[in-house]
């Protein structure tokens, strides 16, 4: 409202409900059933602190059932379950093939696009990410914390300049002080908990300048 209604091009985000395959569905409902027990045999006898393990499991495992998971209890390291990888190394999940489509769709119409993923630290998915894009044909930089905060905007300047198609990189980076204009397309692989960070960095391209929708 204080810059003017016609200054900022269109603005769309999209959900895309992607399924899991067979195999990771029957391993999620295992883990599910197991897990939920541990927790409830735990909560009956007052202990919490299986609750952010199991949180975190289920909710990060569709995205990371390229690796085994292993879950213990926290305090007395008892094992409540193994559970092996289901996807193949090289081998894309739904959610990651329908990420490299758009990026594909992207790329034939000349546009570069921001692949956000919260899971990079100790079950950390850029790897795998960069090596799918890169077998898929894309040119990829990923952008780290180990990048200092004051040269990020220099940095995803100089991918640019050797014709990067997708930048993948952790939402919590860019949130806030970069104007990421030559990525119009931004695509989230979790939202995170954060609403403000969410909302932050889905706008890091729609910024003043900007005149692609």
């Not at 409900?17 to 391993?27: I, K, L, P, Y």
């Not at 975190?56 to 008892?78: G, Q």
């Not at 198609?165 to 397309?185: M, S």
Request: with cysteine.
């Amino acid at each position: 409202s204080q810059i003017g209604g016609d200054v900022l091009p269109p603005y769309v985000e999209r959900f895309v409900d992607v399924a899991m395959t067979q195999a990771m569905s029957e391993a999620y409902k295992k883990l599910e059933r197991v897990l939920s027990a541990a927790l409830k045999d735990a909560l009956r006898c007052g202990d919490n602190s299986l609750l952010g393990v199991v949180l975190n499991c289920l909710l990060a495992w569709p995205d990371t059932s390229f690796r085994e998971e292993v879950v213990k209890h926290p305090r007395t390291r008892e094992l409540i379950i193994a559970q092996p990888a289901v996807l193949e190394p090289g081998v894309p999940s739904p959610k990651e093939a329908e990420m490299i489509e758009l990026c594909r769709r992207q790329k034939a119409m000349g546009r570069k696009v921001l692949v956000y993923t919260t899971y990079t630290g100790t079950r950390d998915t850029t790897g795998r990410l960069r090596g799918l894009l890169e077998a898929a044909g894309f040119k990829v930089a990923v952008l780290k914390a180990s990048v200092e905060a004051a040269k990020r905007e220099d940095w995803i300047a100089d991918q640019v300049e050797r014709g990067v198609d997708v930048l993948v990189t952790n939402p919590e980076l860019v949130k806030t002080g970069l104007d990421l204009l030559d990525f119009p397309t931004i695509a989230f692989l979790q939202t995170g908990y954060n609403v403000y960070t969410l909302m932050q960095a889905a706008r890091r391209s729609w910024r003043i300048g900007q005149h692609r929708p």
